[in-house]
């Protein structure tokens, strides 16, 4: 496969825009000379930027001292872009907490990408967000009980839950912190990137979730807030902070990929997308754990960098004793042909093209897919159903227990 991953990848680069697309219709999708800069109102300051970006040392009045990735500038330069570039931006709140703002102070930002078209054009766009402050009234930090959900599913309208809280994008948050600890990897050690990681995970909970002081089974999280610990788990065990088994080129290039693609694409990277093939029924997403894998069925595991066709047990022994070519075993060959054809359909759209892989249960390269798996049975469970993982890793289960009781702490 690997002449012809390369040669599909290089093919991919020169891409052009479909035919029936308005002013670009067959034009190379590529773009050069992109700069960004990045204006905001008065409140707030532009701490950096991560992505395949240089710094262009412009430094505006609205240049935080605050600095995260390429920072001390309010510009950047990109180089060449596609439309699937994406950069991280981060931003600096520079109005005390002891001044609140007006009520009803609205904020802007706004966004200012320059390129050269493939035509030779030169092309600016901006684009521009706005949105209200929120102050916080006196008291608004201090911890309640969790209430009961009501009739709109917080507590009977009775108090308005924060717009900080029900404006969380949890996944979007995922990728920023992703980005940041990434970035922090080259300056500093890994085990101190992970604890601030853990750091940053335990504050944030203290901070939003419900909970009753030094009560651990009182911990609530808004359904805003809930997938966020779980993509930091899988963060922690990723490529991009575990060198182990990677060479120092791979590490490089898995978090530049990490650090150039979108919200999406970088959150199937974290935490990996598993379909489970069945007779039961259609293609069912299946919980990235050891639970889902079953002898009976076909994991379909795509992490961007690999597309992983995994049989389970038994469905590898039917295949070796040719079961799916005989006429009267025709749902066994379906069931076989349909991870491979959705795969298939997977690698057409991504650039890089990603690894294929076929393994089966219990086969040296099963470990594509075991590696990836919450480790809930491990050599070390008794009994449970699924497959064992042999790990010293603690299963998300265990990681949510220490986090609970490290949030609620007084």
């Known amino acids: 496969h690997f002449?012809?991953?390369?040669?599909?990848?290089l093919r991919r680069v020169f891409r052009t825009f479909e035919p029936d697309v308005p002013e670009d219709g067959g034009k190379m999708q590529m773009a050069f000379g992109a700069t960004l800069e990045?204006?905001?109102?008065?409140?707030?300051?532009?701490?950096?930027?991560?992505?395949?970006?240089?710094s262009l040392g412009k430094k505006s009045p609205n240049v935080s001292d605050l600095e995260v990735g390429k920072g001390g500038t309010n510009a950047w330069s990109l180089g060449g872009v596609d439309p699937g570039t994406t950069v991280a931006i981060y931003f600096d709140i520079t109005n005390p907490g002891t001044s609140p703002l007006p009520e009803g102070k609205r904020r802007f930002i706004q966004f200012l990408t320059k390129y050269q078209h493939a035509n030779g054009r030169t092309r600016l766009r901006a684009t521009t967000l706005c949105g209200p402050w929120y102050n916080p009234p006196p008291g608004e930090g201090e911890k309640r009980p969790p209430q009961q959900p009501g009739m709109n599913g917080y507590n009977g309208g009775m108090e308005q839950p924060s717009p900080v809280k029900m404006s969380f994008d949890q996944e979007a948050a995922a990728v920023l912190l992703a980005r940041v600890a990434v970035n922090r990897t080259g300056s500093e050690d890994v085990?101190?990137?992970?604890?601030?990681?853990?750091?940053?995970?335990?504050?944030?909970?203290?901070?939003?979730?419900?909970?009753?002081?030094?009560?651990?089974?009182?911990?609530?999280?808004?359904?805003?807030?809930?997938?966020?610990?779980?993509?930091?788990?899988?963060?922690?065990?990723?490529?991009?902070?575990?060198?182990?088994?990677?060479?120092?080129?791979?590490a490089a290039y898995y978090r530049y990929i990490l650090n150039r693609e979108n919200a999406t694409n970088s959150l199937v990277m974290i935490q990996p997308t598993l379909l489970s093939y069945s007779f039961n029924g259609p293609p069912q997403p299946a919980l990235l754990d050891s639970q889902s894998v079953r002898p009976d069925t076909i994991l379909l595991l795509d992490t961007f960098f690999h597309v992983v066709v995994f049989h389970g047990e038994t469905c590898a022994a039917w295949r070796e004793?040719?079961?799916?070519?005989?006429?009267?075993?025709?749902a066994f060959r379906d069931l076989l042909e349909a991870p491979q054809a959705d795969a298939q359909t997977i690698m057409d759209n991504r650039f890089p093209v990603p690894r294929y892989i076929v393994c089966d249960q219990h086969k040296s390269e099963a470990r594509f897919l075991m590696a990836k798996l919450n480790p809930s049975q491990t050599h070390n469970s008794e009994g449970g159903g699924g497959a064992q993982v042999f790990t010293d890793d603690v299963s998300l289960r265990v990681?949510?227990?220490?986090?609970?009781?490290?949030?609620?702490?007084?």
């Open 3 to 9: 002449p012809s991953i390369f040669k599909e990848s």
């Open 38 to 54: 990045v204006l905001t109102s008065r409140e707030f300051k532009v701490s950096g930027a991560i992505g395949p970006v240089t």
């Open 191 to 250: 085990a101190d990137v992970l604890r601030w990681v853990d750091r940053s995970l335990i504050r944030l909970c203290s901070k939003f979730a419900d909970y009753v002081p030094d009560d651990p089974n009182s911990f609530r999280l808004a359904p805003e807030f809930s997938l966020f610990p779980q993509f930091v788990f899988h963060l922690r065990r990723s490529q991009f902070l575990q060198l182990f088994n990677s060479s120092p080129d791979e």
């Open 321 to 330: 004793q040719r079961y799916h070519e005989q006429e009267e075993h025709a």
């Open 399 to 410: 990681f949510m227990e220490h986090l609970m009781k490290l949030a609620v702490q007084s």
